[in-house]
């Protein structure tokens, strides 16, 4: 790592430090040179698997996508913007977990809802109806039925 005073590149690390959630690593440096401290954080990058979409085509994994569909899902309803950002983490940390090459976006829609589920019932039946592609209106009922069964 250069030293941002004298760009040599000869350091010792005086400290390092794990994050709470164990994601990222903050490092105190000293410069060898010069003398001077600085902060270095080494964090998990996320390789993104490719989303196979209904129709068979491929695209890059974009959580910005996912993140907007949630939104226009919770729209108007009592739903946190940090609970819409944990659905999202989570999703990251599965794909993370499971290191799969490619994922279908259905299963990415099943995995959303599974968490959504427990969060907002409006919510989870908007985007139910987005990524789950009812048939009918009879297939949309019987999936919802089966939620307020399990609410209740
Ligand atoms: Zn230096």
Redesign the pocket.
């Not at 040179?33 to 001077?36: A, L, N, P, Q, T």
């Given at each position: 790592m250069k030293?941002p005073?004298?760009?040599?590149s000869d350091d010792k690390v005086a400290d390092s430090r794990v994050s709470k959630d164990g994601r990222s690593t903050r490092r105190k440096r000293q410069?060898n040179?010069?003398?001077?401290r600085f902060t270095t954080i080494e964090t998990i990058v996320v390789s993104s698997p490719l989303i196979i979409k209904k129709d068979g085509r491929r695209e890059s994994f974009d959580r910005q996508k996912i993140l907007n569909g949630l939104i226009k899902a919770c729209e108007k309803r009592q739903v946190p913007y940090q609970n819409i950002e944990e659905i999202i983490q989570s999703v990251e940390k599965w794909i993370e977990e499971t290191n799969l090459k490619e994922v279908k976006s259905d299963d990415i829609g099943k995995f959303v809802l599974g968490k959504l589920k427990n969060i907002d019932a409006i919510s989870y039946v908007r985007f139910a109806s987005v990524y789950l592609s009812f048939k009918d209106i009879n297939e949309l009922y019987e999936n919802v039925s089966e939620l307020i069964k399990k609410q209740s």
């Open positions: 030293c005073f004298c760009f040599n410069c040179v010069c003398g001077k």
